[in-house]
């Protein structure tokens, strides 16, 4: 199975509801060792993109994440809006002008997310930021084949794990950093959001999956 | 949480239209993109100089848009940095021709952004430079973190370099002014209570009565330490100690003293913490020749203070004195 | 109790020496008894005007001591009435030959020591007169009741009267201009939370965290009556219904409007807030001609807010835009 | 038995004593329908005085009252200070010049006392403050005969009881006044105060008395 621009926007509108039903556990995650904002700062943009995915329905996959990248960049702030912004407008250069994307092809759109996301942000793994769930994530994506929902499976297990890991980490990055061993035992907000986005992917891809069989 | 608002996701836009129409003299607010505008921009020729941030610390920077200080201020929602789209539209609304300069506080969402904005309005043909205040010494510095954060000194940066710009200085005679002021200003907070972004709705951290955090920032969130509140003398000491000793102030040394309240704590107390931060000065032979006292850089509704220190000479001094006609700060005017 | 302070004792007094070394260009500190002084009094043949009261309302009054506002302030303890000797000896450091006008808030503390203290400083041979301002519209007025309280109308008393006496007008005529103010200038307060004054140890009164109370003074004490804590649109309502009905306020009357902080609210929400009240009052056809937004007459840390209308005509208009060069208020000069 | 400035001297050293030991109290009591001064600020004037005794010893009953007034309205402050000090300053005229006062005399200081409060303060029985107390312990003093201790001690009791008389009252004066209703069902700070002081030279007298006996 390939993923079309409709079947990409579906994925969207998946991550668009799962935002917004945990954008309170995101907002008590960044209240215990950031500022408080990301699940407000996450809903806020993602309903955002609702309204333009309505109406500006995207005519590719390419479009369909450039459309994510420009309205996460102009209205989510913080640290998280810039971040996700490049991410998703790595993705879509990534994945230029095709009108379906197979596992290899989500995958190299992880790996362009990725190194958006440490370009702008030079975190590496272990700094205690979406990073560690986004490494496990395009590595585990790139080990798992041509199937393109078996690419978003694997890279959702493995953000979960990666994101998981961020909780004993002592955080050097963002806002987090600034209360020093106090950052340690929690779990880091933007890996969450990351792992929350992938598995909402994941899950939109089963279930087109299912539909179509 | 009891506040006086409507929604909480209404709180900024409705915060702005209430400062419109308290200072239609002062400034003009735009809100797609919310940016805050000085009245009479763009004044020609002159460096536009910008800021921008999370709400809810004001009166900064909003509360700093005028003569003689900034000539637009960009709000993001409470706590969240500003978007590129905000920061683009400032400085287009601003240039009169002499380029912009961007003060940005050290925050990674806010370098962020503010990079993308200087981006595009680059591409709009501006001129613009940034640079990054990062004054708290209560954060380790290290090239392998986030790096210290922007507080209290970006209010003395910003009416320094204001009026540098009002003078006709130029776009690298201002950069150049806003790099020395950065490099010696420091500052460090501490918090009583914490503070609710009405988003959130619950506060940031809790402390229990007779505790203390030391070393907040101005975003609610927790400090380095925390530890038994005790008398304002040694309250004093222990944000006074540290930023002397970082830059070091010395004997000797001229300098302009800021105690800050963080927005919930009231005047009395900080009129009380400055006069035992200017005799620990004083001990020191560091010599207070400017002030400012009260809520300039805030938290909410929090309760503490913060101490900040800047080396003066007659430059500094010359340009701290020049008018400035602003909501928050006016004088010469 | 958490407050940044050495002891309860010397609350005042500490605060007061901070207040000196912030703003020793504006003003000079005296102990024995406490008062402060506007720097250069006495100003020869001009009216000395003077207030006081309990300290904890800062900027109020030391805040405002200076060219075009006031000789000097009685600070005395927090939430306590100063003392008779308190005001003879500001009329003595502040008599220029012009008189003394005591600007005096209507509280049966604040008026009996005035009262003695106009004695004392008649006796040595200045000419006294004293005002009572009472515009806290939350108060059953009675003649057999202590009236109505002076809250916020204070500053913009203050103010006026301050500018009129620095333009020469004698002892009649700013009697008579403080009289036409009074007569024209209504306020009231609520609060989200209490303050808590620093020998008292305790809140003065608890809310749950739904509830406000509607009416409060300035004094930390509870208001008229506690309701559930409702909007910002309700919030303002509650107060300027009130205030507008009580002149009243008609549509085609300029007025100013004073949306102030009881300490602990930030200036988001007041900016908030003042957008709100402009709008009602222009759904009512009154003009607000000249504002102020900000912690001006506090209660300590306490959350909340006060609104105060002052209905306007040119005179009063020329004499608020007049210069005025105190800690709080400044511009013009 | 009568009183000279010695004993004057020795019930106003207990009623320092009395006021620091229910200071707490009393701000309790003002917290409650007032400003939580009351307490503070009566043993600031109280504290003073002592100094004062100590430093400029009184030579006669008048001169010692004359002291108490002088002291506590340059240092109490608020409501009370100009209303007790009027109220030792009329008790101060009331006894002229005499060396000691029987019972007659001190009724007459306690009527003076009085009357300087309800001239400064226009309160009457009923508005809830320091009148409550002592109007009763006037009338009472001056039915109680020559006995000056007996004078104070049915002072003392009278007092007890208006104070207590406050309690189901709706303020009309001072600072309780602005709770219109909400003042009743609590003991006012004033009258309360007024009663521990006549209560203080009533207990000082006793004492004296038998120490002389
Ligand atoms: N330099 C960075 N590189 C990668 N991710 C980062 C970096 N800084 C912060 N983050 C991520 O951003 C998240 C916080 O986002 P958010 O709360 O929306 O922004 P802010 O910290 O500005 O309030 C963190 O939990 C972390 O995962
Ligand atoms: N007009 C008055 N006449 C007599 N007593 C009064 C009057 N007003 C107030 N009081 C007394 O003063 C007491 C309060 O004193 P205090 O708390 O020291 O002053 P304030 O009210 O200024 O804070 C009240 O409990 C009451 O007994
Ligand atoms: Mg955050
Ligand atoms: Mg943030
Ligand atoms: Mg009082
Ligand atoms: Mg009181």
Redesign the pocket.
């Known amino acids: 199975m390939t993923c079309t621009a409709e079947g990409v926007v579906s994925a969207l509108r998946a991550a668009v509801a799962v935002v917004i039903a945990h954008r309170d556990e995101l907002v008590r995650?960044?209240r215990e060792?950031?500022?408080g904002?990301?699940g407000e700062?996450?809903r806020r943009g993602f309903t955002a993109l609702l309204s333009r995915l309505d109406s500006e329905p995207p005519a590719t996959p390419g479009s369909a994440l450039k459309l994510v990248a420009t309205t996460l960049i102009s209205t989510?702030?913080?640290?998280?809006?810039p971040?996700y912004g490049t991410a998703f407008l790595r993705a879509a250069s990534a994945v230029g002008d095709a009108t379906a994307l197979d596992g290899p092809a989500v995958a190299k759109a992880l790996r362009g997310a990725l190194d958006g996301?440490?370009a702008?942000?030079?975190?590496e793994v272990g700094?205690?930021?979406?990073?560690?769930a986004l490494t496990p994530a395009v590595a585990a994506a790139e080990a798992a084949g041509d199937d393109m929902v078996a690419v978003l499976v694997a890279a959702a297990d493995a953000a979960d794990a990666g994101a998981e890991s961020t909780v004993p980490l002592v955080a050097r990055?963002?806002?987090?950093s600034y209360l020093g061993e106090r950052s340690a035992d929690h779990l880091?907000?933007?890996?969450?959001?990351?792992a929350l986005l992938l598995r909402a992917f994941a899950d939109a891809a089963q279930s087109d999956e299912r539909a179509q069989r | 949480m009891k506040k006086i608002i409507n929604d909480p996701e209404t709180v900024v836009l409705d915060a702005l239209r209430g400062m419109q129409a308290a200072h239609a003299d002062l400034l003009t607010v735009h809100t797609d993109p919310p940016v805050v505008v000085r009245a009479d921009a763009p004044v020609a020729r002159k460096v536009a100089v910008i800021s921008g941030g999370?709400s809810g610390h004001e009166p900064m920077h909003g509360g700093f848009v005028g003569r003689g200080m900034l000539d637009a201020a960009c709000p993001g929602a409470v706590?969240?940095?500003p978007t590129p789209d905000q920061i683009a539209s400032a400085v287009a609304k601003t240039d009169g021709g002499g380029g912009a300069l961007l003060i940005v506080k050290n925050?990674?969402?806010?370098v962020l952004n503010f990079e993308t904005g200087a981006e595009l309005a680059a591409a709009e043909g501006v001129e613009v430079r940034s640079v990054v205040i990062d004054d708290d010494v209560a954060v380790k510095d290290s090239l392998y973190t986030?790096g210290r954060r922007g507080v209290g000194g970006t209010v003395l940066l910003e009416k320094i370099v204001g009026a540098a710009a009002e003078r006709g200085i130029d776009l690298d005679g201002c950069e150049a002014l806003a790099r020395k002021v950065i490099g010696q200003v420091r500052s460090m907070g501490l918090a009583l209570t914490a503070c609710t972004v009405p988003h959130a709705g619950e506060p940031s951290f809790t402390l229990a009565d007779d505790e203390m955090e030391i070393g907040i920032g101005i975003?609610g969130e927790p400090g380095r330490h925390r530890v038994k509140a005790g008398t304002a003398d040694e309250m004093v000491r222990q944000l006074l100690d540290p930023i002397v000793e970082d830059l070091p102030f010395e004997s000797g040394d001229r300098v302009l003293l800021f105690t800050n309240s963080m927005g919930g704590s009231p005047l009395i107390e900080m009129y009380l913490a400055h006069g035992i931060a200017e005799n620990l000065l004083a001990d020191r032979g560091i010599t207070v020749e400017r002030r400012l006292v009260g809520p300039y850089v805030t938290s909410l509704e929090m309760q503490g203070m913060s101490l900040t220190l800047l080396k003066l000479d007659d430059e500094l001094v010359e340009l701290w004195d020049a008018p400035v006609n602003t909501a928050a700060l006016r004088w010469g005017v």
Request: no cysteine.
């Open positions: 995650l960044d060792i950031g500022d904002d990301h700062n996450m989510v702030g913080g640290a998280a809006g971040l996301v440490v702008r942000g030079k975190a700094d205690k930021t979406m990073v560690d990055k963002g806002r987090a880091d907000p933007g890996a969450r959001s990351t | 999370g706590f969240t940095s925050y990674t969402g806010d986030a975003h």
